[in-house]
């Protein structure tokens, strides 16, 4: 597992995005790109929902880095 994502829905419509790396993807890169923060290989973000719009962006972000 190079990469490891949790989605967390929010009472009031959001969503939590808490992104884990060993290396191979720059996760605070993908954090910052939707607001939130973190480091390489520890970062969040907090993000409109619906959930599945938010696993899209995040997963297409993934995507892109790991095909580098």
């Known amino acids: 597992i190079d990469v490891a994502v949790m989605f967390v829905e929010l009472a009031d419509g959001g969503v939590r995005c808490s992104l884990r790396s060993k290396g191979a993807v720059n996760v605070r ?9 973190g480091h390489a290989m520890a970062s969040g973000v907090n993000m409109k929902g619906p959930l ?3 696993k899209k962006t ?9 095909k580098n």
């Not at 890169?29 to 923060?37: F, R, T, V, W």
């Open 29 to 37: 890169e993908i954090a910052q790109q939707n607001g939130g923060g």
């Open 52 to 54: 599945e719009k938010a």
């Open 58 to 66: 995040i997963m297409d972000a993934i995507g892109k880095q790991l």
